[in-house]
């Protein structure tokens, strides 16, 4: 008879009891439910693969592992002995030739019975167990249902938030704190972001990114060092990135980026992060200034370049090739040498020109030269320069239509608005989206920019003598 240990009956046919570990697999059976078809079985197949996680969370969390009651149902008629102290209270008994099977737990068990073979010490810990009656076939699978059914896993993000045993976690918590356009940027809570959130980043995002610029942090001593690396890399590639900077200073908002750039998004972190990884390998001590090239990468999602790297049409992909398509792009880009493998999935793209007499990397690959992208402006790569003079303000952007953008917005987009000015025969601000000319969104509202650099500067010319605002203008080669 089985009647090791006190039982608690919670109903008259429920009971909880508390299970050395060691006995576990003594007293419960595994059934292999893949030899049955589903309709047949209680509940789902053991899937093995998920048994080492579990295990290793065990053997490196011994003194505060924390699991739920695994959940059995037992057959045949139970003796219950009350104790004379409390009658909810006593000695469960059920025939030895009678096994517990197990509805819910059984990947724990697994993982629990795993762990003694590498630790027998473990043996001695006790785990609450809730045994039900196990009727029919039916009633164990509506056992396994209602179990299962409601269970929601709670969000990467929020994961990272509440795990204090993971000193990555900590630095990236920390990073999101202390590096400007982190700061007040993340949530925390969500994996993906809500169309009009104001928030640019995941926690999780991040977290991955961090985790491919420097890896796992399993000592403590590496925590300083790592940390500050972190901080760093993060804090230097937001001073680079021109839209993050101007979210940061109030002239974008995060739903604007997040809908006409892909710098925020999650894939294009990850591309960061192990871009980054290369990036103090090879120039350990020149790093931060050759992230300038940031500067000249144009993030649009309408620039074609990112199609089949991050983006499928209008869409942005963050599957794990295109997470690695992404990482090789920004590799490319940053001059950095690339693996056979690398080159050969570049070179059909036709996105940079192979040049095999350039300059090899350490492995002896070619780099890959990169070529400003072609928008609608032909001719050299231009730029504007806007000074006002009253302020003294000045604003250079990387590409001339952001700077046009934001010169708009600082003389008034209303006051812009009303003065009526059309550009290729539509409204210069108008309150729809046009899908033949370049525009960008700013405030609810739609700027063309399709025009040249020229152009750009005489409009601003233009809006600045009728509103009497006083501004010069400058084109940068």
């Known amino acids: 008879m089985v009647t090791d240990g006190a039982v608690s009956r919670v109903f008259d046919y429920v009971f909880l009891r508390y299970c050395n570990l060691r006995g576990l697999f003594k007293i419960f059976s ?34 505060g592992y924390l699991f739920s009651s695994l959940t059995a149902s037992f057959d ?30 059984q990947h724990r068990m697994a993982a629990i019975i795993e762990a003694i073979k590498q630790n027998p010490s473990l043996g001695s810990e006790t785990i609450s167990v809730v045994l039900f009656p196990s009727e029919d076939l039916a009633r164990m699978q509506q056992m396994f249902s209602d179990l299962n059914r409601t269970v929601r896993v709670t ?14 976690a900590q630095i990236v918590l920390e990073a999101a704190e202390k590096v400007p356009v982190f700061r007040n940027m993340v949530d925390k809570d969500r994996v993906s972001l809500p169309l009009r959130s104001p928030k640019l980043f995941t926690l999780s995002a991040i977290y991955d990114a961090t985790r491919q610029l420097v890896g796992e942090v399993t000592l403590e001593n590496q925590y300083d060092e790592k940390a500050k ?15 993050w900077k101007q979210v940061l200073e109030g002239y974008l908002r995060p739903s604007e ?42 993030w649009r999602r309408i620039n074609k370049e990112w199609d089949g790297i991050c983006m499928q ?7 794990r090739q295109s997470k690695n398509n992404t990482a090789t792009f920004l590799k490319n880009k940053m001059g950095l040498p690339l693996s056979p493998s690398e080159v050969k999935f570049l070179k059909p793209l036709q996105l940079e020109n192979l040049s095999t007499g350039g300059k090899l990397g350490k492995e002896g690959f070619p780099n890959l030269l990169t070529n400003d992208s072609k928008g609608p402006e032909k001719g050299p790569k231009t730029k504007l320069k806007v000074r006002f003079i009253n302020s003294g303000k000045v604003i250079e952007e990387s590409f001339a239509a952001d700077t046009f953008v934001l010169a708009i917005k600082e003389m008034g987009l209303g006051k812009v608005e009303a003065l009526g000015l059309t550009q290729q025969a539509l409204p210069l601000i108008d309150t ?28 601003l010319e233009t809006i600045a003598s009728r509103l009497g605002v006083g501004l010069k203008v400058e084109i940068i080669q």
């Open 30 to 63: 595994f059934r292999d439910w893949a030899e049955l078809p589903p309709e047949q079985r209680a509940q789902r197949v053991l899937q093995k693969p998920r048994i080492p996680e579990i295990t290793q969370y065990i053997l490196d969390n011994e003194d």
């Open 257 to 298: 980026l997040r809908a006409e750039y892909v710098n925020s998004h999650a894939v294009v972190l990850w591309g960061l992060g192990t871009m980054g990884k290369l990036l103090l390998q090879e120039y350990p001590t020149e790093w931060i200034s050759r992230l300038q090239d940031l500067s000249k990468i144009d």
């Open 432 to 459: 729809k989206k046009d899908r033949e000319h370049s525009q960008r969104q700013l405030d609810g509202k739609y700027i063309c920019v399709y025009s040249s650099t020229v152009r750009k500067k005489k409009i």
């Open 229 to 243: 690396i972190v901080l760093d890399y993060w804090e230097s590639v937001g001073i680079n990135i021109p839209q």
């Open 155 to 168: 969000s990467k993000s929020l994961n990272i938030l509440y795990d204090h045993r993971d000193l990555l």
């Open 76 to 105: 045949g008629d139970p003796s219950f002995k009350p104790s004379t102290e409390n009658p909810e209270m006593g000695l469960l008994e059920l025939p030895l030739e009678r096994q517990l099977v197990i509805n819910d737990g």
């Open 313 to 319: 049409g209008s869409e942005i992909v963050n599957r």
